[in-house]
């Protein structure tokens, strides 16, 4: 496990349960250091998503609680604020799915960032700001975000929460449905965030390659629990990282629902 004398965020054996009787995180722990990028990998419903709206308390508009455990940002328990207050702390979340307000530009989307974080000064030099990582985004700033495609709206997603001026940014799945090169664009200019500007990243991808090749570190979650854990680069290499979530192995690629077992390492489970 790494260490987490640095940690920026703690998350300690919690568990998350939904409607009071379904038990989806089952004693999930994890650091993420400040100034880094970690990911948590794992298939669709391992409970990525759900460790991210645990963090940025997002749960209990879907009838979830956290039930037992602790997050900590900066040393301080944060289960009980607000999603807003944590904005005003420095986190924020871009949810899965390329949310905008569609009905609105794509630079009346950036500024409700703005607006959120309850600092009305220096609007301009946020939008420069903006705009200098997200150069497409000012070609179409006057443009409808329902009308812009699906890269658009995941840059716009990305950058009205840069526009909260976050100390950490949560993001959700911000691969899925695009194309590869806008995969690649849109990894580069997060990465480019987090060395530039210092934001810390806590990324939940399906895309395990992609997000290996970004993160420093990376957590994966099966079935509510973190099974294995390490450094990218350690876990790039791992036979069985390789065969069941890259879809490769020593006799060649395989796709993955060819992959008909997950050959856990007694260590794993220690």
Request: glycine share 8%; net charge neutral; proline share 2%.
């Amino acid at each position: 496990m790494a260490e987490n004398g640095s940690a920026l965020l703690n998350v300690n054996n919690i568990e998350v349960i939904y409607d009071r009787v379904i038990l989806v995180l089952k004693g999930v722990s994890f650091h993420v250091p400040e100034g880094g990028i970690v990911a948590l990998l794992g298939a669709n419903g391992a409970g990525k998503t759900t460790t991210l709206k645990a963090i940025s308390n997002l749960l209990r508009a879907e009838r979830g609680d956290v039930t037992k455990g602790t997050i900590e940002y900066r040393d301080e328990r944060i289960e009980k604020l607000s999603a807003h207050d944590l904005v005003t702390r420095g986190v924020v979340q871009v949810m899965e799915g390329r949310h905008c307000f569609e009905h609105l530009t794509v630079e009346e989307n950036l500024l409700t960032g703005a607006y959120i974080r309850g600092d009305k000064k220096n609007f301009a030099d946020d939008l420069d700001l903006v705009y200098r990582y997200f150069p497409r985004l000012k070609e179409r700033r006057r443009a409808q975000a329902g009308y812009t495609s699906g890269g658009e709206q995941q840059m716009t997603a990305i950058a009205r929460a840069l526009m909260t001026r976050p100390k950490m940014m949560l993001l959700d799945e911000p691969s899925m449905g695009l194309a590869p090169q806008l995969v690649e664009e849109i990894f580069g200019i997060v990465s480019r965030l987090n060395e530039e500007e210092g934001v810390t990243i806590l990324l939940a991808e399906q895309n395990t390659n992609m997000a290996l090749r970004y993160a420093r570190y990376g957590y994966i979650l099966e079935n509510g629990r973190v099974v294995l854990d390490g450094e990218a680069a350690t876990l790039r290499e791992n036979e069985d990282v390789k065969e069941f979530y890259l879809g490769l192995s020593s006799s060649g690629r395989k796709s993955y629902r060819d992959v008909k077992s997950y050959r856990r390492r007694k260590r794993w489970l220690a």
